[in-house]
């Protein structure tokens, strides 16, 4: 049975896009309930598989959106999006494995933080940097200062190492403000990622971690 405390009301829905991965699902859903001990919800979105997804919400709170033709991922997370109900969106992939209690005591963060657009955490992709938040964190958090806004500090970071964030799963997004401001994925195969972290990144007003 799922429990109360992390299906009701929830802070964090994790989005994820899969595709003939069944396989997978049971252990990611998993992975999640270990990593977060805070109110969540999982939205899967079925991108026409040739698999059924397997019913697991006697289990975890997850919530299976099917697509009836394949739309590709960006279409999959916009899904996510419209169907989410949590304070702040997570992306991930099907193959994606959260670090043993990554969200645990993040509420009390989160609550300090109600202002927040878009928050920085540290993805790891196979130890590239710059495709994860370590490169552009690395002096803040070392120094142990508190910054509230890193907008303007993370975009010249950004420009000063000639990269482009491509990964959606190094920011936790606050709904709100993704749909108030019109921020979605394209719905395409390729670069969706890069596309929708510009806009979002472009249009806060508060970034933090």
Do not use: W
Not at 98 to 110: A, N, R, V
Not at 170 to 175: E, Q, T, V
Request: hydrophobic letters at 35%; one cysteine or more.
């Amino acid at each position: 049975m799922v429990h109360s405390n992390k299906k009701d009301n929830p802070i964090i829905s994790f989005i994820v896009p899969t595709y003939t991965q069944s396989k997978r699902h049971k252990r990611l859903l998993q992975n999640i309930d270990e990593s977060c001990n805070l109110r969540y919800e999982v939205i899967l979105c079925d991108d026409c598989s040739d698999q059924s997804v397997g019913d697991y919400s006697k289990i975890y709170n997850v919530k299976v959106q099917t697509n009836q033709v394949n739309m590709g991922p960006g279409f999959c997370r916009n899904k996510g999006i419209k169907y989410a109900t949590g304070q702040f969106l997570f992306f991930m992939d099907d193959d994606d494995e959260l670090c043993q209690k990554t969200f645990y005591k993040f509420e009390s963060y989160i609550k300090g933080n109600q202002g927040a657009d878009v928050i920085l955490i540290n993805f790891n992709d196979n130890n590239n940097d710059v495709m994860s938040n370590k490169i552009i964190l690395e002096e803040f958090i070392k120094s142990g200062k508190t910054i509230e806004n890193l907008k303007d500090k993370y975009i010249k970071k950004i420009l000063d190492l000639h990269i482009i964030p491509l990964q959606c799963q190094a920011y936790l997004f606050n709904r709100k403000f993704l749909i108030s401001n019109n921020i979605y994925f394209p719905n395409t195969y390729l670069a969706e990622d890069q596309v929708f972290l510009t806009k979002a990144i472009i249009k806060s007003k508060i970034i933090s971690y």
